[in-house]
Protein backbone atom coordinates (compact mmCIF):
# COMPACT_ATOMS: atom_id res chain seq x y z
CA UNK A 1 0.00 0.00 0.00
CA UNK A 2 1.41 3.74 -0.80
CA UNK A 3 -0.65 5.17 2.52
CA UNK A 4 -3.58 5.73 4.46
CA UNK A 5 -6.09 7.98 2.95
CA UNK A 6 -8.92 9.28 5.30
CA UNK A 7 -12.41 9.71 3.56
CA UNK A 8 -14.91 11.88 5.22
CA UNK A 9 -18.25 12.59 4.03
CA UNK A 10 -21.88 12.36 4.43
CA UNK A 11 -22.81 11.33 1.42
CA UNK A 12 -22.02 7.31 1.31
CA UNK A 13 -22.21 7.44 -2.45
CA UNK A 14 -19.29 10.21 -2.74
CA UNK A 15 -17.26 7.70 -0.09
CA UNK A 16 -17.78 4.71 -2.34
CA UNK A 17 -16.80 5.95 -5.16
CA UNK A 18 -13.46 7.73 -3.58
CA UNK A 19 -13.02 4.25 -2.09
CA UNK A 20 -13.09 2.47 -5.71
CA UNK A 21 -10.70 5.14 -7.22
CA UNK A 22 -8.11 5.23 -4.06
CA UNK A 23 -7.51 1.58 -3.63
CA UNK A 24 -7.38 0.81 -7.68
CA UNK A 25 -4.46 3.17 -6.71
CA UNK A 26 -3.06 0.54 -3.67
CA UNK A 27 -3.88 3.62 -1.28
CA UNK A 28 -5.39 1.96 2.05
CA UNK A 29 -8.99 3.99 2.87
CA UNK A 30 -10.58 4.45 5.68
CA UNK A 31 -14.18 6.02 5.63
CA UNK A 32 -15.74 8.63 8.17
CA UNK A 33 -19.39 10.35 7.61
CA UNK A 34 -18.94 13.00 9.82
CA UNK A 35 -16.05 15.58 12.11
CA UNK A 36 -17.18 13.42 14.98
CA UNK A 37 -16.36 10.34 13.82
CA UNK A 38 -13.69 11.21 12.20
CA UNK A 39 -11.97 12.34 15.04
CA UNK A 40 -13.28 9.12 16.64
CA UNK A 41 -11.41 7.11 14.03
CA UNK A 42 -8.13 8.30 14.11
CA UNK A 43 -7.94 7.75 17.63
CA UNK A 44 -6.65 4.55 16.74
CA UNK A 45 -5.35 4.84 12.79
CA UNK A 46 -2.72 7.27 11.68
CA UNK A 47 -4.21 8.06 8.38
CA UNK A 48 -1.50 9.66 6.01
CA UNK A 49 -3.94 12.56 4.54
CA UNK A 50 -7.48 13.75 4.90
CA UNK A 51 -9.68 13.92 1.53
CA UNK A 52 -13.52 15.79 2.90
CA UNK A 53 -16.17 16.91 1.64
CA UNK A 54 -16.27 20.55 1.68
CA UNK A 55 -18.98 20.31 3.36
CA UNK A 56 -20.09 18.03 6.61
CA UNK A 57 -22.99 17.04 8.94
CA UNK A 58 -21.24 18.48 11.95
CA UNK A 59 -19.25 21.20 9.81
CA UNK A 60 -16.96 22.01 7.07
CA UNK A 61 -13.20 21.27 5.66
CA UNK A 62 -11.60 24.40 7.70
CA UNK A 63 -13.66 22.46 10.83
CA UNK A 64 -11.34 19.41 9.63
CA UNK A 65 -8.22 21.20 9.83
CA UNK A 66 -8.81 22.74 13.03
CA UNK A 67 -10.20 19.76 14.60
CA UNK A 68 -7.00 17.37 13.57
CA UNK A 69 -4.57 20.66 14.48
CA UNK A 70 -5.84 19.79 18.50
CA UNK A 71 -4.66 16.02 17.94
CA UNK A 72 -0.56 16.42 18.02
CA UNK A 73 -0.24 13.30 15.72
CA UNK A 74 -2.29 14.74 13.14
CA UNK A 75 -1.96 18.05 12.85
CA UNK A 76 0.45 18.19 10.23
CA UNK A 77 -1.57 15.44 7.57
CA UNK A 78 -2.50 17.12 4.62
CA UNK A 79 -5.64 17.73 3.72
CA UNK A 80 -7.62 18.02 0.37
CA UNK A 81 -11.19 19.40 0.74
CA UNK A 82 -13.57 18.63 -2.17
CA UNK A 83 -16.29 21.38 -3.25
CA UNK A 84 -19.50 20.86 -5.13
CA UNK A 85 -19.02 24.94 -5.10
CA UNK A 86 -16.55 25.78 -7.38
CA UNK A 87 -15.78 29.57 -7.17
CA UNK A 88 -13.13 31.66 -6.39
CA UNK A 89 -14.21 32.91 -2.86
CA UNK A 90 -14.88 29.28 -1.47
CA UNK A 91 -11.50 27.94 -2.41
CA UNK A 92 -9.78 31.17 -1.21
CA UNK A 93 -11.79 30.88 2.54
CA UNK A 94 -10.27 27.15 2.75
CA UNK A 95 -6.77 27.87 1.57
CA UNK A 96 -6.99 30.51 3.87
CA UNK A 97 -8.07 28.01 6.52
CA UNK A 98 -5.17 25.93 5.99
CA UNK A 99 -6.37 23.35 3.72
CA UNK A 100 -3.61 22.37 1.57
CA UNK A 101 -5.54 21.91 -1.55
CA UNK A 102 -9.00 22.39 -3.59
CA UNK A 103 -10.38 20.55 -5.87
CA UNK A 104 -14.11 20.96 -7.63
CA UNK A 105 -16.71 18.00 -8.11
CA UNK A 106 -16.52 16.15 -9.87
CA UNK A 107 -12.73 15.46 -9.48
CA UNK A 108 -10.72 14.18 -11.92
CA UNK A 109 -8.91 11.67 -10.92
CA UNK A 110 -5.61 12.54 -12.73
CA UNK A 111 -5.19 15.76 -10.57
CA UNK A 112 -6.50 14.05 -7.55
CA UNK A 113 -4.14 10.99 -7.72
CA UNK A 114 -1.18 13.35 -8.67
CA UNK A 115 -1.99 16.19 -5.75
CA UNK A 116 -1.87 13.13 -3.46
CA UNK A 117 1.17 12.01 -4.33
CA UNK A 118 2.94 15.38 -4.48
CA UNK A 119 1.44 15.81 -0.61
CA UNK A 120 2.48 12.78 0.70
CA UNK A 121 5.66 13.33 -0.97
CA UNK A 122 6.11 16.63 1.18
CA UNK A 123 4.66 14.37 4.42
CA UNK A 124 7.65 11.92 4.29
CA UNK A 125 10.05 14.73 3.88
CA UNK A 126 8.64 16.21 7.07
CA UNK A 127 8.39 12.71 8.96
CA UNK A 128 12.15 12.21 8.08
CA UNK A 129 13.14 15.46 9.82
CA UNK A 130 10.71 15.03 12.80
CA UNK A 131 12.02 11.05 13.39
CA UNK A 132 12.42 10.61 17.29
CA UNK A 133 13.42 7.75 18.84
CA UNK A 134 10.72 5.36 20.17
CA UNK A 135 9.47 6.34 23.54
CA UNK A 136 10.69 9.93 23.22
CA UNK A 137 7.74 11.31 21.97
CA UNK A 138 6.67 11.94 25.94
CA UNK A 139 9.52 14.06 26.32
CA UNK A 140 10.11 15.70 23.40
CA UNK A 141 8.52 18.89 22.09
CA UNK A 142 6.80 20.32 18.95
CA UNK A 143 8.62 23.07 17.37
CA UNK A 144 6.87 26.24 17.77
CA UNK A 145 5.24 27.85 14.74
CA UNK A 146 7.55 30.22 13.03
CA UNK A 147 5.73 33.76 12.28
CA UNK A 148 5.19 34.72 8.40
CA UNK A 149 4.40 38.04 6.76
CA UNK A 150 5.57 38.75 3.31
CA UNK A 151 8.83 40.57 2.94
CA UNK A 152 10.55 42.65 0.81
CA UNK A 153 13.70 40.29 0.97
CA UNK A 154 11.67 37.62 -0.38
CA UNK A 155 12.71 36.87 -3.71
CA UNK A 156 9.66 36.16 -6.43
CA UNK A 157 10.57 34.92 -9.80
CA UNK A 158 7.85 35.33 -12.30
CA UNK A 159 8.67 33.19 -15.04
CA UNK A 160 6.46 33.51 -18.38
CA UNK A 161 6.65 32.42 -22.00
CA UNK A 162 6.56 35.89 -22.97
CA UNK A 163 8.47 38.99 -20.85
CA UNK A 164 5.25 40.87 -21.62
CA UNK A 165 3.26 38.58 -19.41
CA UNK A 166 6.04 37.69 -16.86
CA UNK A 167 5.23 42.37 -16.55
CA UNK A 168 1.67 42.02 -16.76
CA UNK A 169 2.10 39.35 -13.88
CA UNK A 170 4.35 41.96 -12.04
CA UNK A 171 2.14 44.45 -12.15
CA UNK A 172 -0.68 42.62 -10.50
CA UNK A 173 1.11 41.09 -7.61
CA UNK A 174 3.36 44.10 -6.74
CA UNK A 175 0.23 46.04 -4.91
CA UNK A 176 -0.91 43.14 -3.10
CA UNK A 177 2.03 41.79 -1.66
CA UNK A 178 5.17 43.41 -0.36
CA UNK A 179 7.91 40.75 -2.03
CA UNK A 180 10.67 41.30 -4.41
CA UNK A 181 8.85 40.10 -7.69
CA UNK A 182 11.29 39.72 -10.69
CA UNK A 183 10.33 38.87 -14.22
CA UNK A 184 11.84 36.23 -16.61
CA UNK A 185 10.82 33.97 -19.75
CA UNK A 186 11.09 30.70 -19.39
CA UNK A 187 14.23 29.65 -21.14
CA UNK A 188 16.43 32.21 -18.64
CA UNK A 189 17.38 29.01 -16.62
CA UNK A 190 20.80 30.53 -16.06
CA UNK A 191 19.54 33.75 -14.94
CA UNK A 192 17.33 31.74 -12.32
CA UNK A 193 20.71 29.87 -11.24
CA UNK A 194 22.57 33.23 -10.53
CA UNK A 195 22.71 34.07 -6.80
CA UNK A 196 20.72 35.02 -5.21
CA UNK A 197 18.60 32.15 -6.18
CA UNK A 198 14.63 33.37 -5.87
CA UNK A 199 13.03 31.83 -2.70
CA UNK A 200 9.93 31.34 -4.77
CA UNK A 201 9.64 30.85 -8.74
CA UNK A 202 6.45 30.92 -10.15
CA UNK A 203 6.52 29.48 -13.87
CA UNK A 204 3.76 29.54 -16.21
CA UNK A 205 2.79 26.53 -18.62
CA UNK A 206 0.87 27.41 -21.75
CA UNK A 207 -0.18 25.74 -24.94
CA UNK A 208 2.99 26.42 -26.86
CA UNK A 209 5.63 26.56 -23.91
CA UNK A 210 4.48 23.79 -21.30
CA UNK A 211 7.26 21.27 -22.35
CA UNK A 212 10.13 23.44 -21.93
CA UNK A 213 8.00 24.72 -18.75
CA UNK A 214 8.15 21.26 -17.25
CA UNK A 215 11.18 20.29 -17.81
CA UNK A 216 12.23 23.74 -16.16
CA UNK A 217 10.15 22.44 -12.92
CA UNK A 218 12.04 18.91 -13.24
CA UNK A 219 15.36 20.82 -13.84
CA UNK A 220 14.94 23.24 -11.02
CA UNK A 221 13.70 20.44 -8.17
CA UNK A 222 16.97 18.78 -9.03
CA UNK A 223 19.49 20.84 -8.85
CA UNK A 224 21.54 21.90 -5.74
CA UNK A 225 21.30 25.53 -6.02
CA UNK A 226 17.33 25.97 -6.29
CA UNK A 227 16.10 22.82 -5.10
CA UNK A 228 14.95 24.31 -1.94
CA UNK A 229 13.49 27.13 -3.60
CA UNK A 230 9.37 26.92 -3.91
CA UNK A 231 8.19 26.16 -7.16
CA UNK A 232 4.46 26.75 -8.24
CA UNK A 233 2.97 25.56 -11.77
CA UNK A 234 0.59 28.15 -13.31
CA UNK A 235 -1.49 26.34 -16.38
CA UNK A 236 -2.64 29.25 -18.45
CA UNK A 237 -5.07 28.30 -20.06
CA UNK A 238 -6.15 25.43 -17.00
CA UNK A 239 -5.12 22.42 -18.12
CA UNK A 240 -5.50 19.31 -15.94
CA UNK A 241 -3.48 17.27 -17.58
CA UNK A 242 -0.21 19.50 -17.56
CA UNK A 243 -1.48 20.43 -13.79
CA UNK A 244 -1.05 16.94 -12.81
CA UNK A 245 2.05 16.54 -14.97
CA UNK A 246 3.59 19.68 -12.92
CA UNK A 247 2.91 18.22 -9.42
CA UNK A 248 4.35 15.05 -10.93
CA UNK A 249 7.84 16.91 -12.19
CA UNK A 250 8.07 18.06 -8.50
CA UNK A 251 6.38 21.26 -8.56
CA UNK A 252 5.12 22.36 -4.60
CA UNK A 253 1.70 23.90 -6.34
CA UNK A 254 0.00 24.38 -8.97
CA UNK A 255 -3.50 26.69 -9.77
CA UNK A 256 -5.66 24.54 -11.18
CA UNK A 257 -8.01 27.98 -12.47
CA UNK A 258 -5.29 29.51 -13.91
CA UNK A 259 -3.09 32.84 -12.80
CA UNK A 260 -5.04 34.81 -10.45
CA UNK A 261 -3.46 37.05 -7.56
CA UNK A 262 -5.23 36.41 -4.93
CA UNK A 263 -5.00 32.60 -5.27
CA UNK A 264 -1.62 32.58 -6.26
CA UNK A 265 -0.35 34.77 -3.10
CA UNK A 266 -2.19 32.59 -0.50
CA UNK A 267 -0.72 29.33 -1.71
CA UNK A 268 3.03 31.59 -1.77
CA UNK A 269 2.93 32.31 1.82
CA UNK A 270 1.66 28.54 2.29
CA UNK A 271 4.70 27.23 0.58
CA UNK A 272 6.93 29.99 2.03
CA UNK A 273 5.49 29.09 5.68
CA UNK A 274 6.02 25.31 5.29
CA UNK A 275 9.65 25.88 3.90
CA UNK A 276 10.77 28.12 7.23
CA UNK A 277 9.00 25.55 9.28
CA UNK A 278 10.89 22.76 7.10
CA UNK A 279 14.64 24.61 7.91
CA UNK A 280 13.70 25.26 11.00
CA UNK A 281 13.24 21.46 11.78
CA UNK A 282 16.27 20.49 9.99
CA UNK A 283 18.30 23.39 11.79
CA UNK A 284 17.21 21.65 15.29
CA UNK A 285 17.96 18.32 13.49
CA UNK A 286 21.45 19.24 12.97
CA UNK A 287 21.47 20.80 15.84
CA UNK A 288 20.34 17.72 17.92
CA UNK A 289 23.12 15.44 16.38
CA UNK A 290 25.67 17.60 17.07
CA UNK A 291 24.44 17.78 20.79
CA UNK A 292 24.89 13.97 20.91
CA UNK A 293 28.09 13.96 19.80
CA UNK A 294 30.06 16.95 21.65
CA UNK A 295 30.64 18.11 24.86
CA UNK A 296 28.14 21.01 25.48
CA UNK A 297 31.06 22.92 27.99
CA UNK A 298 34.11 22.91 25.88
CA UNK A 299 32.98 22.15 22.70
CA UNK A 300 35.05 18.89 22.12
CA UNK A 301 33.32 15.85 20.76
CA UNK A 302 32.61 13.16 23.26
CA UNK A 303 33.34 9.32 24.03
CA UNK A 304 30.06 8.29 21.67
CA UNK A 305 31.88 9.79 18.42
CA UNK A 306 35.45 9.45 19.36
CA UNK A 307 35.11 5.36 19.83
CA UNK A 308 33.71 5.18 16.61
CA UNK A 309 36.35 7.37 15.23
CA UNK A 310 38.94 5.18 16.36
CA UNK A 311 37.48 2.52 15.23
CA UNK A 312 38.16 3.77 12.08
CA UNK A 313 41.28 4.67 12.12
CA UNK A 314 42.67 1.10 13.31
CA UNK A 315 41.11 -0.35 10.57
CA UNK A 316 42.64 1.94 8.25
CA UNK A 317 45.62 1.70 9.35
CA UNK A 318 45.63 -2.25 9.31
CA UNK A 319 44.54 -2.00 5.83
CA UNK A 320 47.10 1.40 4.70
CA UNK A 321 49.64 0.01 6.82
CA UNK A 322 50.03 3.20 9.00
CA UNK A 323 50.55 3.99 12.52
CA UNK A 324 48.47 5.81 14.43
CA UNK A 325 48.36 7.08 18.64
CA UNK A 326 45.94 7.27 21.14
CA UNK A 327 46.71 9.51 24.11
CA UNK A 328 44.48 10.00 27.59
CA UNK A 329 45.25 13.41 29.15
CA UNK A 330 44.14 13.97 32.81
CA UNK A 331 44.01 17.05 34.82
CA UNK A 332 46.17 16.90 37.88
CA UNK A 333 44.70 17.47 41.00
CA UNK A 334 41.82 18.81 39.13
CA UNK A 335 39.54 18.03 42.50
CA UNK A 336 40.84 20.97 44.69
CA UNK A 337 40.16 23.34 42.22
CA UNK A 338 36.45 22.36 42.19
CA UNK A 339 37.04 22.17 46.35
CA UNK A 340 38.69 25.32 46.40
CA UNK A 341 37.34 27.34 44.43
CA UNK A 342 34.17 26.24 42.97
CA UNK A 343 32.53 24.42 39.99
CA UNK A 344 32.16 27.84 37.80
CA UNK A 345 36.44 27.95 38.93
CA UNK A 346 36.94 24.04 37.72
CA UNK A 347 34.39 24.96 34.56
CA UNK A 348 36.79 27.43 33.17
CA UNK A 349 40.11 25.43 33.75
CA UNK A 350 38.05 22.71 31.62
CA UNK A 351 37.30 25.07 28.94
CA UNK A 352 40.62 26.82 28.57
CA UNK A 353 42.40 23.69 28.78
CA UNK A 354 40.45 22.21 25.64
CA UNK A 355 41.29 25.01 23.82
CA UNK A 356 44.66 24.92 24.55
CA UNK A 357 44.75 21.44 23.79
CA UNK A 358 42.89 21.56 20.65
CA UNK A 359 45.51 24.46 19.55
CA UNK A 360 48.43 22.35 19.73
CA UNK A 361 46.58 18.88 17.61
CA UNK A 362 46.63 18.68 13.93
CA UNK A 363 43.47 19.24 12.00
CA UNK A 364 43.33 15.58 11.07
CA UNK A 365 43.53 14.93 14.78
CA UNK A 366 40.71 14.18 17.00
CA UNK A 367 40.26 15.44 20.77
CA UNK A 368 37.64 14.22 22.64
CA UNK A 369 36.54 14.78 26.70
CA UNK A 370 35.62 11.38 27.94
CA UNK A 371 35.37 12.08 31.92
CA UNK A 372 35.02 15.13 34.39
CA UNK A 373 38.62 15.97 33.70
CA UNK A 374 40.11 13.17 31.17
CA UNK A 375 40.67 14.13 27.31
CA UNK A 376 41.39 11.79 24.49
CA UNK A 377 43.51 12.56 21.52
CA UNK A 378 43.31 9.75 18.43
CA UNK A 379 46.23 11.01 16.44
CA UNK A 380 46.52 9.25 12.75
CA UNK A 381 49.75 8.38 10.84
CA UNK A 382 52.07 9.46 13.46
CA UNK A 383 55.23 7.40 14.65
CA UNK A 384 56.39 6.73 18.54
CA UNK A 385 58.52 9.72 18.25
CA UNK A 386 56.46 12.05 17.12
CA UNK A 387 53.60 10.92 19.89
CA UNK A 388 56.24 11.80 22.53
CA UNK A 389 56.78 15.31 20.84
CA UNK A 390 53.11 15.85 20.31
CA UNK A 391 52.12 14.48 24.12
CA UNK A 392 55.38 16.72 25.14
CA UNK A 393 53.78 19.62 23.59
CA UNK A 394 50.29 18.81 25.43
CA UNK A 395 51.63 19.44 28.45
CA UNK A 396 53.74 22.31 28.01
CA UNK A 397 50.47 23.92 26.60
CA UNK A 398 48.75 23.59 30.19
CA UNK A 399 51.31 24.78 32.52
CA UNK A 400 53.08 27.48 30.15
CA UNK A 401 50.51 29.61 31.54
CA UNK A 402 48.54 30.27 34.56
CA UNK A 403 44.65 30.06 34.40
CA UNK A 404 42.66 32.92 35.31
CA UNK A 405 39.47 31.78 36.94
CA UNK A 406 36.41 33.19 38.39
CA UNK A 407 36.71 32.67 42.69
CA UNK A 408 40.58 33.38 42.46
CA UNK A 409 41.91 36.83 42.86
CA UNK A 410 45.04 34.80 41.89
CA UNK A 411 45.52 33.12 38.38
CA UNK A 412 46.08 28.95 39.24
CA UNK A 413 48.94 26.96 38.02
CA UNK A 414 47.47 23.94 36.57
CA UNK A 415 49.67 20.50 34.69
CA UNK A 416 48.44 17.72 33.12
CA UNK A 417 49.56 14.07 32.51
CA UNK A 418 49.44 12.69 29.25
CA UNK A 419 49.18 8.50 28.66
CA UNK A 420 49.86 7.62 25.14
CA UNK A 421 50.24 4.32 23.17
CA UNK A 422 51.42 3.82 19.45
CA UNK A 423 49.47 1.11 17.52
CA UNK A 424 48.73 0.10 13.68
CA UNK A 425 50.94 -1.13 11.09
CA UNK A 426 49.74 -3.72 7.71
CA UNK A 427 47.66 -6.88 8.86
CA UNK A 428 47.84 -5.83 12.51
CA UNK A 429 44.27 -4.84 13.80
CA UNK A 430 44.31 -4.01 17.54
CA UNK A 431 40.43 -3.55 18.60
CA UNK A 432 39.92 0.65 20.26
CA UNK A 433 39.25 -0.43 23.32
CA UNK A 434 42.30 -2.69 23.48
CA UNK A 435 44.25 0.63 22.25
CA UNK A 436 42.26 3.03 24.96
CA UNK A 437 42.97 0.73 27.90
CA UNK A 438 46.75 0.53 27.06
CA UNK A 439 46.97 4.40 26.80
CA UNK A 440 44.95 4.13 30.18
CA UNK A 441 47.34 2.06 31.58
CA UNK A 442 50.63 4.71 30.37
CA UNK A 443 48.50 7.65 31.96
CA UNK A 444 48.27 5.81 35.60
CA UNK A 445 52.49 5.67 34.92
CA UNK A 446 52.65 9.37 34.73
CA UNK A 447 50.81 10.15 37.32
CA UNK A 448 52.27 7.77 39.59
CA UNK A 449 55.72 8.36 38.53
CA UNK A 450 55.10 12.78 39.86
CA UNK A 451 52.31 13.68 37.47
CA UNK A 452 52.86 16.74 34.82
CA UNK A 453 54.76 14.32 32.12
CA UNK A 454 54.40 12.01 29.49
CA UNK A 455 54.40 8.02 29.96
CA UNK A 456 54.47 6.27 26.17
CA UNK A 457 53.60 2.32 25.94
CA UNK A 458 54.04 -0.14 23.68
CA UNK A 459 50.77 -1.20 21.44
CA UNK A 460 48.94 -4.32 22.96
CA UNK A 461 50.01 -7.83 21.19
CA UNK A 462 48.53 -7.16 17.66
CA UNK A 463 46.76 -10.28 15.80
CA UNK A 464 46.80 -10.60 12.11
CA UNK A 465 43.45 -9.40 10.65
Known amino acids: MQGTILVIDGVSTNR??????????????????????????????????????MTLPDGDAGAVKRALSRLPQLADVPVIALSAQNDRATRLTALAAGID???PLPVDDMILQARIRSLLRMRLTDADLHLREEGAPAFAHRLKEPAFAPRADISVALVCAEMSTSHKWKARLAPAACYNFRAFTVDAIQDLMRTPVPDVIVIELNEGSAGLALRLVADLRARATTRDAVVIAVPNPADPNIAAEALDRGAHDVLHSGFQVDELLLRIGTQLQHRQR????????????RAANEDPMTGLYNRRYAKPFLDRVVEDAAENGEVFAVMMADLDHFKRINDDYGHPAGDAVLIEAARRLRAELRGCDLLARVGGEEFMAVLPGIRTDE????????????????????GSKEPLTVTISVGAVVGGGRGHLVPGEEMIAAADRALYDAKHAGRNRVSIKTSPQSAAA
Open 101 to 103: EVL
Open 278 to 289: TALARDTLRNDL
Open 16 to 53: IVLKVQLTAACFQVLQADSIASAVQLVSNNQPDLILTA
Open 387 to 406: AHTMATKLCAAINRAPFTVP
